[in-house]
């Protein structure tokens, strides 16, 4: 990107987070965004704009994913799903979790900004959405990984969390089964050292 399209971008981001101010108020519920600024620089490291989510993100496009996010709840009871064009993840989260993320993200910032091509997944924002008669929720909105064209093109996926306690899938399974740490353990012979200066 060069840097008359980058300087257009970052207006872009601070317009919008002006403009909303780190809350947003829909008809019935009351969303907070936290650690705004930060999330719009990395937003912007990785050429995302607000428009951009809003459109991934959209209710009516999204329909389908958000009424099976309860067939994808997670172990941890956490629930997710994927937005219509794969492009984000939106997962809720616990207070003591939205505490930690937001005390980590200025590190995670700038190791992402040292390190480009890391592997460590794209947080681009955390919100806690606010609906009266209901319990608030967190939710944290990710970068999907996973955005391959060609599954032949993909050898193994792994959903690491650096602990190999309770994290082993066992039976039989595809290239696209998401595997664990204790599997990525026992595969080790077969992982290759990839080249990620692309």
């Given amino acids: 990107m060069n840097k008359s399209a980058q300087s257009d971008l970052v207006a872009n981001n601070l317009r919008d987070a002006r403009k909303n101010k780190g809350g947003y108020t829909l008809p019935g ?7 705004t ?3 719009q620089r990395m937003r912007v490291m990785d050429e995302i704009n607000f428009e951009q989510i809003v459109k991934s993100l959209h209710p009516v496009s999204n329909r389908e994913q958000i009424f099976k996010t309860g067939e994808a709840a997670g172990a941890s009871g956490s629930f997710f799903f994927f937005s219509h064009d794969r492009r984000f993840i939106v997962k809720t989260m616990g207070g003591e979790e939205l505490l930690l993320i937001k005390k980590i ?3 995670l910032h700038k190791h992402l900004k040292k390190n480009p091509y890391s592997l460590l997944s794209r947080i681009y924002g955390v919100y806690t959405v606010e609906m009266q008669d209901y319990e608030k929720v967190h939710l944290i909105l990710m970068g999907n990984t996973l955005r391959f064209e060609n ?6 996926i792994y959903d690491l969390k650096g602990s190999t306690f309770s994290r082993l899938v066992k039976g039989r399974t595809t290239q696209t089964s ?3 740490d204790q599997n990525f353990v026992n595969n080790q012979h077969y992982v290759q050292e990839i080249n990620l200066s692309w």
């Fill in 29 to 35: 519920a009351k969303i907070t965004a936290y650690s």
């Fill in 178 to 180: 998401t595997l664990k």
């Fill in 37 to 39: 600024s930060i999330f």
């Fill in 151 to 156: 599954k032949n093109d993909v050898s193994r």
């Fill in 105 to 107: 993200l200025p590190r």
